[in-house]
């Protein structure tokens, strides 16, 4: 059986997640939305989605991009290829008249031409809303033990982790995560996979573009019990407040480069060191001056084990993007008015730090 939310097929007790994507391309347009930002390294610049949305204000279906191609600017238009759950391949366009908001993350809203499957709500990653100036709430779930979930509900208090994705030998020192998936309930180690941790003390396997099979690779991640993660409690999180999802830029031999969403069912909000994430009526009721978000993400090279590794341990690596915020200006129009400069170098991103456990 596939499960068209959470791109697996459940079978015999196990979970497989996809590894392959694309592949069906429907004709059936629909209106929509999306959430995307613009990146810059020293040599290219890429649009990256955050999330595609359908339906209508008080209640969206929204869709995690697992991969996507290099946008296209043509003119007075923008259109990119994404990859979501059960190898659905769908496009994006969008004009600048189409430009709806940009947020204090530095993303920008635009509505947007979508086509995909005649059912592609079945696809739908999960439940969203729209609130106040355009705000994006997004259903997810954080999973934790029967006795820790208690505290959590009684206290109305997320407290954050030290631990980065890898979650293994350091410790984030300028940041804590409160983390988030849309992932409704854990069942086994294949789930706990999808949200970067594992029962298998080798970790996590992973392959370099153009590699042999023999090659793998193993992360270690923060070892877990699927039992321990058997509670859940749902929180509706507004996009603004996620951190960016680091990407893993793919370059197969014969093939067209793409862009691979790392741990797409993980989802955090940074915090403050000494500060914790508040909520009520699962919506954040802190002080949002206690949130702490980076502008960039690493898009680790593929085609290196070095690369692979990058988005899971981003203290040695070079391979990041800065986020531009274009100050209210469309893409489109930003990109066509600073084509071929270099708009990398100049800009002072804070990073992530971190210290030996």
């Known amino acids: 059986m596939i499960n068209r939310r959470f791109n697996r097929i459940e ?17 059936s347009e629909y209106k929509g939305l ?14 990256v989605p955050d ?23 043509n003119g007075e238009t923008c259109y990119f290829f994404s990859d979501i759950s059960g190898q659905q391949t ?20 635009y509505k947007c031409t979508i086509t995909g499957s005649q059912d592609l709500e079945t696809y739908a990653t999960g439940e969203a809303c729209l609130e106040g100036d355009h705000e994006i709430f997004l259903k997810l779930y954080h999973h934790t033990s029967s006795s820790t979930i208690e505290k ?28 988030f998936t849309p992932l409704d309930k854990i069942v086994n180690d294949d789930d706990l996979q999808a949200i970067g941790m594992s029962a298998d003390k080798k970790g996590i396997g992973l392959i370099r573009d153009n590699a042999q099979i023999q090659e793998v690779i193993f992360l270690k991640v923060y070892r877990e019990s699927s039992d321990n993660r058997q509670n859940a409690i ?16 793919h370059k197969p031999s014969g093939n067209p480069w793409y862009f691979q969403i790392v741990c797409p069912f993980i989802h955090r909000v940074g915090i ?26 690493v898009i680790g090279d593929a085609n290196s084990n070095e690369g692979l590794k990058a988005p899971y341990d981003e203290e040695n690596t070079n391979d990041i993007f800065k986020i531009e915020c274009t100050g209210g200006v469309d893409f489109i129009t930003f990109w066509m008015s600073n084509g071929n400069k270099d708009l990398f170098s100049d800009k002072d991103v804070e990073l992530q730090r971190f210290v030996r456990s």
């Open 11 to 27: 079978i015999n007790g196990r979970h497989q997640y996809i590894s392959e994507f694309g592949g069906h391309h429907g004709t």
């Open 34 to 47: 999306v959430k995307c930002k613009l990146l810059h390294t020293e040599k290219a610049s890429i649009i």
């Open 51 to 73: 999330q595609i949305l359908l339906g209508n204000k008080d209640l969206l279906h929204w869709y995690q991009p697992l991969t996507f191609l290099p946008s296209i600017i």
């Open 90 to 109: 769908i496009k994006i366009e969008f004009s600048k008249a189409d430009f709806i908001h940009e947020f204090d993350d530095y993303s920008h809203l």
């Open 152 to 179: 959590i509900r009684i206290s109305k208090t997320f407290w954050g982790s030290e631990w980065n994705i890898q979650g293994t030998e350091k410790k984030l020192e300028n940041v804590r995560y409160v983390y």
């Open 234 to 249: 749902s929180q509706y999180i507004s996009a603004i407040h996620l951190a960016p999802q680091h990407v893993h830029w």
């Open 272 to 297: 403050l060191p000494g500060k914790t994430y508040r909520f009520e009526d699962e919506r954040f009721a802190g002080d949002v001056a206690d949130l702490k978000q980076f502008k960039y993400l």
